[in-house]
């Protein structure tokens, strides 16, 4: 089975970074934490849809997008 921290971790940096967006910024727009936006790129962290969703919105794609491995 698929490691969907790892893949969520990955997506949400490189979506991120594509935005030119700097964890501090990504986490005051969404109303999270920046150590827990940390923590959910390094894949330590187990986010609820709820946050998945707020973290799509604001990249500018999906939830399901977050959740799909690379290519």
Same mark, same amino acid.
């Given at each position: 089975?698929?490691?969907?921290?790892?893949?969520?971790?990955?997506?949400? #940096?490189?979506?991120?970074?594509?935005?030119?967006?700097?964890?501090? !910024?990504?986490? @005051?727009? *969404?109303?999270?934490?920046?150590?827990?936006?940390?923590?959910?790129?390094?894949? #330590?962290?187990?986010?609820?849809?709820?946050?998945?969703?707020?973290? !799509?919105?604001? @990249?500018? *794609?999906?939830?399901?997008?977050?959740?799909?491995?690379?290519?």
């Amino acid at each position: 089975m698929a490691d969907y921290a790892k893949i969520l971790a990955g997506n949400v #940096k490189a979506a991120r970074k594509a935005l030119d967006l700097s964890q501090e !910024a990504l986490a @005051l727009e *969404t109303e999270i934490d920046r150590t827990y936006i940390s923590g959910i790129e390094r894949g #330590k962290r187990n986010p609820s849809l709820t946050l998945i969703v707020r973290l !799509a919105r604001r @990249l500018r *794609t999906t939830p399901a997008k977050l959740l799909t491995p690379p290519d």
